[in-house]
């Protein structure tokens, strides 16, 4: 019997767009299957006009999101599974991996793909790619019963030879997953965003398990979402069955993978930061991001910041373009393209220039305080403890600037900013018994311990705000 069955959500609605902007939806351009129209792409910038002759800053939300389909498609998976077994996953954390890994051999159809790569000290090919029904299911279990937990953590070896495997057996129409799975600080990071970005070309999105409270938390996050990915924090090993299956159910359910952004802007403007994915930018017309797949009923809200030179009075302004590509999981069209369009008039009136979106002013007020919480806790990592708590400390301030703005708590986002404010506070008050680097004084055992706790809580709660749910 299987763990689980899909749950058809209602359709949803798309939010309203302001009277500015200028939507446009296109379809699949290639041969049948048609496209079933269940990604829906929408634009609204956060105010309704622009004053003549003074530049600007300001904010435009993309929001993507996807309806329940009719029945579940039939598309098989390919999933690349790679688990952590260094020393450190010795005892309970390994038995309960080796349990979570047998539930999901069983889970899979028989006509999906797993490959599975173990990494310590160095890299095992425990299963080379191989589809389900063609192979013997005892000795795919033994092999998992022969996993044991020794050696460091070399995760940059392990995703090459998980990699080298997949391209070496590629699949046409399936849907190509990898799971990393780990539970502490790999022996050298570097040559992981190159190993990324090559599973990201290869159509691969890479979702990350950070198994307790050792492992570095941004790295995965960070990988999942480069990729298109999802980060799941995973403090006790006994949970990875249950998170295995969710997984496994998020895939039977997706709507759209290897989702891809492409943004352009009009004459006089440029892309300031597409918050939380990429730096801040200057000159910037054209940039290039990657989205996180999406699953029946979710949703994901992009926020571009952009900067328009002093307009011209009288005349609508050309802001943004925005394209969205994407592989059909509904119906197997192939890829598919969505289009949004932001244009803006100038205006001397005044009622028309007071007009503002508090929607979208919200959730990009949420969104930088997520990528700001991620950003302090790299700070920390590198000893810069007084600046990731100003950090911390400016956005707090920031959040609650918004919630106490003039019929802020109408506004059916409140209460997760508010929850996001008390992280941020939460966070910054562990931040003060962090023991800290080796020159820093010394805290006890249990703040360090908090400190991490707090650090794994905030971080999956940001990465879940920027990305597709």
């Given at each position: 019997m299987r763990l689980f069955k899909p749950t058809p959500r209602p359709r949803r609605l798309l939010a309203p767009v302001l009277l500015a902007v200028l939507l446009s939806v296109v379809g699949g351009r290639g041969e049948a299957p048609i496209d079933p129209d269940l990604v829906r792409l929408s634009a609204t910038p956060d105010r309704a006009a622009l004053v003549a002759g003074v530049p600007a800053q300001l904010v435009v939300r993309l929001r993507l999101e996807a309806a329940?389909?009719?029945?579940?498609?039939?598309?098989?998976?390919?999933?690349?599974?790679?688990?952590?077994?260094?020393?450190?996953?010795a005892g309970e954390p390994i038995e309960q991996a080796r349990?979570?890994?047998h539930a999901l051999v069983d889970e899979l159809r028989p006509s999906d793909r797993l490959t599975l790569v173990t990494f310590d000290s160095r890299a095992q090919?425990?299963?080379a790619p191989t589809t389900l029904d063609d192979a013997d299911l005892e000795a795919v279990h033994a092999r998992i019963d022969a996993i044991v937990a020794e050696g460091t953590t070399d995760l940059s070896t392990g995703l090459s030879t998980l990699l080298q495997q997949l391209d070496d057996a590629p699949t046409v129409g399936d849907l190509d997953r990898i799971v990393i799975v780990g539970d502490g600080i790999p022996n050298d990071a570097s040559a992981v965003p190159g190993l990324v970005d090559s599973a990201r070309r290869a159509g691969f999105a890479i979702t990350t398990l950070g198994v307790g409270l050792d492992y570095d938390e941004v790295l995965l996050g960070d990988i999942a979402r480069l990729s298109g990915g999802r980060f799941h924090h995973v403090e006790d090993s006994g949970c990875l069955t249950e998170t295995f299956a969710a997984e496994l159910f998020g895939a039977q359910r997706q709507i759209a993978g290897n989702v891809h952004l492409q943004l352009s802007t009009g004459p006089g403007v440029t892309i300031s930061r597409v918050v939380g994915s990429t730096p801040n930018m200057s000159g910037q017309h054209q940039y290039a991001v990657v989205l996180a797949e999406l699953a029946e009923g979710e949703?994901?809200?992009?926020?571009?910041?952009?900067?328009?030179d002093a307009p011209k009075a009288d005349r609508t302004l050309e802001l943004l373009d925005a394209i969205v590509t994407f592989d059909d999981r509904a119906n197997g069209s192939g890829r598919i393209e969505r289009r949004a369009f932001v244009a803006m008039p100038v205006s001397s009136d005044a009622g028309l220039l007071a007009m503002r979106s508090p929607d979208v002013e919200f959730g990009a007020v949420g969104a930088r305080a997520a990528a700001a919480t991620i950003e302090a806790i790299t700070m920390t990592k590198a000893g810069d403890l007084d600046a990731a708590d100003a950090l911390l400390l400016y956005n707090e301030r920031e959040l609650d600037g918004r919630l106490n703005h003039d019929n802020a708590q109408d506004n059916p986002n409140a209460d997760k900013l508010a929850r996001q404010g008390s992280g941020i506070a939460k966070l910054r008050n562990e931040l003060r018994h962090y023991r800290g680097p080796a020159n820093a004084p010394k805290a006890p055992i249990e703040a360090n311990e908090a400190w991490q706790r707090a650090t794994k809580d905030a971080n999956a709660a940001?990465?879940?705000?920027?990305?597709?749910?």
């Open positions: 329940t389909r009719a029945e579940a498609a039939d598309v098989g998976l390919n999933l690349g599974l790679l688990l952590d077994t260094s020393g450190s996953m349990a979570a890994v090919i425990v299963l949703a994901q809200e992009i926020f571009v910041e952009i900067a328009v940001s990465v879940d705000l920027l990305q597709a749910h």
